[in-house]
């Protein structure tokens, strides 16, 4: 139990579950019932625009206008279906995803989904640090300074333990989305465009806008995020009473999230796509936020990827260290002792060094870092989404609570067009169509 | 040494010598008398997928990868038996978490070694090591065994985290646990096998181990309680303890839940100390403890102290006060014990001065502290304005706002 959830912020301000049955309104009764069950979706959803997410959407804008706004569309749906499926199974089965895939699978699948949700962290972890990177570089100050400085801090704060503080402050620093949100109106874009485009599906068969595109879905729908919504619904104690109001929230965590980066793209297809501006580093992205911010700009932009980057950071080693303890049977939390916890701290260890290590290699392109991690997680998603439909569908495991066939369409859907995509990128970069 | 691994999915070979199909489960009669549960049989797979069980008396062999059958498998098999005690390895053993008792910690089990006891086949290991992992994937080598250390837990040490309580002996052995542990193991699952667990344990065992709980745990468990089930194991706890809990709900729950304790004087003194602020030494304080007059002789303090003693936690001290509840003094159980019977308290009584300090009520946690550092003091007494004894505050109360994790 001691969990995730000391770990995220526990947004329960109102104990609805106990009830009541004498008092006040019915709709308040169910307002306080939703507000106890809030946070899961909306927190995994906000930390989705991490480092990886600004800059995947950045660069989606900025180099193909509007024209992927119809996958952003897609993907949103895909998001808020496999997030419900998520909270479903943690609610039935009361085990997080590795959990479960170790009692049904057995040791061999276990392995095989827990390094791919490795890679995919590490992955991600790393375009976190190159979100440090970047944030500071606009400054002038140098990587070799500001990513073992931000590496030395998150193991720090996750050791000793004010975490949820921390925690609470970055996340709170990164609701700095709605400067996009506000951005987006000032620039006065065609929104009846970006409509047609949200519906309208274009294509280009070319490896950037492939790329790009995988990219643009495995920044959203995430390996990690998969793992973080079922735990965090265990760790919290929700039961299956509780699934109509978490459904909810998943939904709307979707959907808000979702916005922001619908306004990400707007704002640097109208800034940078406009003049034929490819994003190279962070201050090509901050241009974006000029009609707000003016020569703020820049500025403003590094804050918020640098706060963006740092709550990533800080959830991602933990994250992973919980699922694999959870699935190895390893002892975890950190009230272990070193002794006991080896496993889980060495797990936090690497994931906070390999990526940070990674990310000083000299020279390598800081933003290209960003979007392929991306790729990684969108390559390796119907791995572990195809885990998360063969649980979501077994009776044995699910009992009543089995998938509908629309769940089922649209995740096999996403499954099959991820795959799809790579294949075809596989091919068009291997017979060199650019 | 033969695992559950070698096990699995091994051939079937016959009496004719033709594999006739595969291993798929093996399954176990659990027995309070044994130490090691009995193998009864396998489930086999035969060729067209259809599952027949065969009784152990039937298999003449077991090896790594395959057993044989001393009869035709279509004459071996027999129907399988049921019962609450028949246990499937398959379903409900191998790659479940345990709770390890001699370890106290959940681990999972990565592999199940057999092994014969008296003549008759017995699962006699639990493998939690890396190592058993390792084995299922198939990788070995002995470097990997130099690294990685074998570790075995008897199946009389472990309670597997399953509803069903009683599929291992470990789910007794639970009980005979401190609350302190049993409380850090219900802190490493999650809540609802938390909860399941405690509300196996017996009322009053259950709320000492409620006590332990830390907070923001205890939040999530008494949620998924409920205030019924809350309030009776709170009927149990300390008037501190409840005092803590109570502070710790939010107002709605916690008013609910103190509608349902049971009215005596104890929710009178809940309800004293909810008064005073969490900080202060009156929020700190307990309102139980013994109290004499200091005309008693010691005899008299000691068959009262034998009287009330089931109704606390612990006593060091008698406090010493007027028929008006003014403080008088304090008498420890050492004084007592020395004393010859006939003295009276007030001879052997410590009066309040300068080396036997006193705490206002509102004197904040860290003055508290301070104090009885200072002066080295295993309790002390809380006045009021008018000298009164409302309380007394043990280093414990300060021991657990100081580490609430612990």
């Known amino acids: 139990m001691y969990r995730l959830h000391n770990f995220m912020t526990n947004k329960v301000a109102t104990n609805g579950a106990t009830g009541t049955h004498t008092t006040k309104s019915r709709l308040w009764h169910k307002v306080l019932f939703f507000l106890s069950v809030i946070g899961p ?63 049904h699978f057995g040791v061999k699948w276990t392995t095989f989904a827990m390094v791919t949700m490795l890679i995919a962290n590490l992955g991600t972890v790393t375009a976190e640090f190159a979100g440090v990177a970047s944030a500071f570089d606009v400054f002038g100050v140098t990587k070799y300074l500001s990513v073992p400085l931000a590496a030395l801090v998150v193991w720090f704060v996750l050791y000793k333990g004010s ?40 294509i280009e068969w ?81 241009m974006a936020l000029r009609p707000l911010a003016g020569d703020f700009a820049q500025m403003l932009f590094s804050f918020g990827l640098f706060c963006a980057s740092m709550l990533g950071a800080f959830i991602l080693p933990v994250a992973t260290a919980y699922a694999l303890c959870e699935a190895f049977g390893w002892e975890y939390g950190f009230d272990t002792n070193w002794e006991n916890g080896k496993a889980f701290y060495s797990t936090i260890l690497v994931s906070i060094i390999v990526p940070a290590i990674l990310v000083l290699i000299p020279g390598v392109p800081l933003v290209k870092i960003m979007i392929f991690s991306q790729d990684i997680n969108g390559i390796l998603l119907p791995i572990i989404l195809i885990f998360v439909m063969l649980i979501v569908n077994n009776k044995k495991i699910m009992g009543e609570h089995t998938n509908k066939p629309i769940g089922n369409v649209i995740a096999w859907l996403t499954i099959a067009g991820i795959i799809g995509a790579t294949v075809v990128l596989v091919i068009s970069s291997v017979l060199g169509f650019n | ?19 006739v199909g595969t291993v798929f489960d093996v399954l176990i009669k ?7 549960p009995l193998i009864i049989g396998v489930l086999v797979k035969d060729k067209r997928s259809y599952k027949f069980f065969v009784p152990v008396e039937n298999i003449e062999n077991w090896g790594v990868g395959e057993i044989e059958l001393t009869r035709k498998l279509y004459e071996a098999k ?66 990997l065994s130099r690294i990685f250390k074998p570790h075995f837990l008897e199946w009389k040490n472990v309670k597997i985290m399953d509803n069903r309580l009683y599929l291992s002996a470990g789910a007794k052995e639970i009980v005979k646990l401190h609350p302190a542990d049993i409380a850090n193991l219900i802190e490493k699952m999650n809540v609802y096998h938390g909860s399941t667990l405690l509300q196996s344990l017996e009322p009053a065992v259950a709320a000492r181990v409620l006590e332990e709980i830390q907070p923001d745990i205890k939040k999530l468990l008494v949620k998924s309680l409920g205030t019924e089930r809350t309030a009776a194991l709170m009927s149990k706890m300390s008037v501190d303890e409840l005092v803590d809990l109570i502070q710790l709900l939010p107002g709605k729950a916690s008013r609910e839940i103190i509608s349902r304790l049971p009215l005596d004087s104890k929710i009178q003194k809940v309800k004293r100390i909810m008064e005073y602020d969490e900080d202060t030494a009156g929020g700190l304080m307990t309102t139980e403890y013994i109290t004499a007059q200091k005309e008693m002789t010691v005899e008299q303090v000691i068959a009262e102290i034998k009287r009330v003693s089931h ?48 705490l206002h009520v509102d004197q904040t946690f860290e003055s508290v502290t301070r104090l009885m550092t200072k002066y080295n003091l295993l309790s002390v007494a809380v006045l009021d304005k008018e000298k009164k004894l409302i309380g007394v505050i043990t280093v414990d109360d300060i021991m657990r706002r100081l580490v609430p994790t612990a």
């Open chain 2, 1 to 19: 040494m033969l695992f559950f691994s070698n096990i699995r999915d091994a051939s079937v070979r016959d009496s004719v010598e033709e594999i």
């Open chain 2, 311 to 358: 109704l606390h936690h612990s006593v060091q001290f008698v406090y010493i006060t007027d028929p008006d509840g003014k403080f008088l003094g304090v008498v420890s159980l050492r004084n007592l014990i020395v004393a010859i019977k006939t003295q009276t308290i007030k001879d052997i009584m410590r009066k309040p001065n300068k080396k036997l300090p006193t």
């Open chain 2, 78 to 143: 027999a129907s399988a038996p049921l019962g609450e005690s028949i246990v499937s390895l398959r379903d409900n053993v191998i790659d479940k978490q345990i709770v390890d008792l001699s370890g106290m910690r959940i681990v999972r089990v990565n592999d199940l070694q057999f092994g014969r006891v008296q003549q008759s086949m017995c699962l006699v290991a639990i493998d939690i090591s890396t190592r058993g992992i390792l084995r299922r994937i198939g990788l070995r080598s002995p470097f």
């Open chain 1, 206 to 286: 070319t490896t950037p806008f492939l790329l790009t595109m995988i990219a643009l879905i495995g920044t959203t729908i995430t390996p990690w995020g998969q793992f973080f919504i079922q735990s965090y619904v265990v760790d919290k104690g929700l039961e299956i009473k509780h699934y109509k109001a978490e459904k909810l929230e998943v939904f709307a965590g979707a959907l808000i999230t979702d916005i922001v980066s619908f306004f990400i793209i707007i704002s640097t297809a109208a800034t940078l796509y406009k003049y034929g501006i490819k994003i190279t580093d962070a201050k090509d992205a901050a």
């Open chain 1, 163 to 202: 975490f949820k503080t921390t925690q609470k402050i970055f996340l709170v620093f990164s609701a700095f989305y709605i400067v996009y949100i506000i951005n987006g109106f000032i620039i006065k874009p065609d929104f009846g465009e970006a409509i047609v485009s949200l519906v309208k599906p274009t």
């Open chain 2, 30 to 36: 659990v027995d309070a008398e044994r130490e090691f």
């Open chain 1, 41 to 103: 979706g909306i927190i995994a959803a906000n930390a989705d625009n991490d480092a990886g997410g600004i800059s995947t959407y950045s660069v989606v804008g900025a180099h193909f206008g509007l024209k992927m706004l119809w996958v952003l569309l897609l993907v949103t749906i895909s998001l808020a279906i496999t997030q419900e499926m998520g909270v479903r199974i943690g609610l039935v089965t009361r085990q997080g995803l590795g959990g479960v895939i170790r009692e």
